[in-house]
């Protein structure tokens, strides 16, 4: 317990109610070291402490059986404060936090703090790893960073960090449908794209300075196929081979003509063979790559990335970034603060804009929905059931009544052009007619989802019960949710789902090791899938692509597997004196191109 904590115990025991300083309390030592749960030799060391902080006066009690008296000097309030900003400036959010969290609840003391972080994040230049003038950017996400290691990527945010830290042999532009070199200078394949040959650029160096060469392309696919949640990716290869230091061969089982879009993705980043001559556990703790940051710094309460000076692409612009991970944001975020608009759009609430910010605002590649578990007893099994919930549920009325960053119903994973003028599906008579076809008789059922959100379940439990139909909300963690053991006991998972790399993203949905799909979906319906998948892979044309893919959310929507909810708006906010500000496909902004200018 530190001496903080320690004064503000005894302040609640034995001060002034209504917090004013200058009250005199008599108590013994024994009543301290019961209220401070220890000795009174320790209390006695406590008191010294107290009194060498000038926070406290002490008048012992003289004679045997005469209580002391003890004067309040410091502001219980003023001190929680003061030592909740000298936890979060040595980066220490999560110790600020639960010191607030513990001795300031009835108070304006949180509101007081989360307006002096307002003031702390953003860019600005200072001096940092020796360096005096360095260029920096700090800013807080309201989730934590689960993995880096790229085979068990799950998550946008973690999938966007490894894009920092790492590089992919080819890259690809979803907006110009284009692909450009990256580690690899150029590539080949033959007819039929069952053999792809690399030529890798010289010169590339990971973070530790060692040279990139053709065994780390080698070992990256390697290790992706042995056991890993994307080893998905490797459903067609067959073997690497090394010709040369800078050249590999890559020989599939069948024809594949997503593969070069596979070699894209955060999953397939290039590792060193040999990991910095670390064992896997120490590696991931602060992984190497080639990418225009190093990660320095991980913990509980931040994480710190330094500019690579000899990335192969040019060095990054910002010297460092230093990405704070804040407690749940209901609780913690002020109406007014600008810094969660600084960066990104996932975690960012609607915020008045003043004529100094700029403004980037797109429709999600993705929608909110509900994936329902076809292998576990319960109404969710019904096809008549969860029909009626889908022509029930008033998905204008969601938007309306939640509003924020919440835009239109979704009929399936992506939107269109068609989407802001297409009218919802609803249809409640029809519904409960179909309720009662399926023998429904409010049975429970139990839908979990992560905290960020909950408000959106919360809104569907209260919805649904105007219909007599009971929905049990059971909040989890990022880790949590993905349990083998806990998602079995849940009838459906809201979820969102951004699927950044159109393609893939869908395959990575149905084929991820672990996913919804292969632990909700019957055996037979996902073996289905997977044929499908197959006969996708061997069409060179995306139309043609197409056609397969559209055939499985056909059917996953005639069987309403899935119960699609709403297409969200994806928005960051930027002072204009911040440049090269771009939004990926993951939607966050790749820090590498950042800079700030000077604004007379």
Request: with cysteine.
């Amino acid at each position: 317990m530190q001496m903080i904590e320690r004064y503000t115990v005894l302040f609640d025991k034995f001060g002034s109610s209504d917090g004013k300083v200058g009250m005199t309390a008599e108590v013994s030592l024994e009543q301290l070291a019961e209220t401070l749960y220890c000795t009174v030799r320790n209390v006695k060391l406590i008191i010294r402490r107290l009194e060498e902080e000038g926070w406290i006066q002490w008048q012992a009690g003289r004679g045997r059986g005469n209580l002391s008296r003890l004067t309040f000097l410091a502001d219980k309030d003023n001190l929680v404060l003061e030592h909740a900003q000298q936890h979060a400036e040595r980066g220490e959010y999560k110790q600020a936090f639960d010191l607030l969290h513990a001795y300031s609840e009835e108070t304006q003391v949180k509101s007081k703090f989360m307006d002096w972080l307002d003031t702390q994040f953003g860019y600005r230049t200072e001096s940092w790893q020796g360096k005096n003038e360095a260029d920096m950017l700090r800013f807080p996400v309201y989730r934590p960073i689960n993995t880096l290691d790229t085979g068990e990527l799950v998550y946008a945010f973690d999938s966007h960090m490894a894009r920092q830290i790492f590089d992919r042999l080819v890259q690809y532009d979803a907006v110009r449908s284009h692909f450009s070199p990256s580690i690899a200078h150029t590539w080949e394949h033959n007819e039929d794209a069952s053999v792809w040959t690399f030529y890798l650029r010289k010169g590339i160096q990971f973070h530790h300075g060692r040279e990139l060469v053709a065994e780390d392309v080698v070992f990256t696919l390697e290790r992706l196929r042995t056991g890993k949640i994307q080893s998905w990716m490797m459903r067609t290869l067959d073997r690497v081979e090394k010709l040369s230091d800078y050249a590999v061969r890559i020989h599939l089982t069948r024809s594949n003509w997503l593969f070069l879009r596979f070699l894209c993705s955060a999953s397939l980043s290039i590792l060193p063979w040999d990991l910095g001559g670390l064992s896997e556990e120490h590696y991931w703790r602060l992984p190497l790559g080639t990418g225009p940051f190093r990660i320095i710094e991980w913990t509980e309460n931040q994480c710190v990335l330094q500019a690579h000076h000899a990335y192969f692409q040019g060095r990054p612009h910002l010297d460092g970034v230093i990405i704070a991970f804040i407690p749940d944001e209901k609780a913690c975020q002020p109406k007014d603060t600008q810094w969660p608009r600084l960066m990104y759009g996932h975690d960012h609430k609607e915020t008045t804009t003043d004529a100094e910010w700029k403004r980037i605002e797109w429709l999600s590649r993705g929608c909110n929905l509900i994936h329902w578990n076809m292998r576990k007893d319960g109404p969710q099994r019904s096809l008549a059931f969860r029909r009626a919930l889908d022509l029930l549920l008033d998905r204008q009325r969601m938007i309306q009544e939640l509003g924020e960053d919440r835009m239109y119903p979704a009929r399936g994973f992506y939107p269109d052009d068609n989407t802001p003028y297409e009218h919802d599906m609803f249809d409640p008579d029809y519904a409960l007619t179909m309720l009662r076809e399926a023998g429904y008789d409010g049975k429970p059922i139990t839908i979990m989802t992560r905290k960020v959100h909950e408000i959106d379940l919360l809104w569907l439990q209260q919805y649904f019960a105007e219909f007599g139909i009971t929905i049990e909300v059971q909040i989890e963690t990022w880790q949590s949710i993905r349990h083998p053991d806990i998602l079995m006991k849940a009838d459906g998972i809201l979820n969102e789902f951004v699927l950044a790399e159109e393609e893939v993203c869908l395959l990575e949905m149905y084929e991820q090791e672990g996913g919804l799909a292969q632990e909700f979906m019957p055996g037979d319906f996902n073996r289905w899938i997977s044929s499908r998948i197959d006969r996708t892979l061997e069409c060179q044309n995306a139309a043609e692509r197409w056609v397969h893919l559209s055939a499985i959310e056909r059917r996953i929507h005639d069987e309403g597997v899935i119960l699609f909810l709403l297409h969200k708006n994806l928005n960051t906010q930027f002072h204009q004196s911040v440049r090269g500000v771009g939004m990926n496909s993951l939607g966050w902004i790749d820090f590498k191109d950042v800079w700030v200018a000077a604004i007379s």
